[in-house]
């Protein structure tokens, strides 16, 4: 349920995986380092290897993914 704070956090990691094309474990390794806020917004992530890709950060919208 999005209406509550657990189900938008749960939409936006559900989407952030999308956008970004991440695997679970580069999610759970991100730290607050690897993201940059300012314009254009980056997300830093390490893959397999240790092999890191950059991804230009998607604004997640409020109501993006609502079944309504």
Known sequence: ERT???G???AALLQFLYNTGARAQEVVD???PAIRFES???VRLLG???KER???AIQIRPGVGDSN
């Open 4 to 6: 509550d704070p657990a």
């Open 8 to 10: 938008r956090r749960d």
């Open 30 to 32: 991100l730290r607050l």
């Open 40 to 42: 254009p917004a980056q």
């Open 48 to 50: 397999k290897g240790r």
């Open 54 to 56: 950059c991804h230009r």
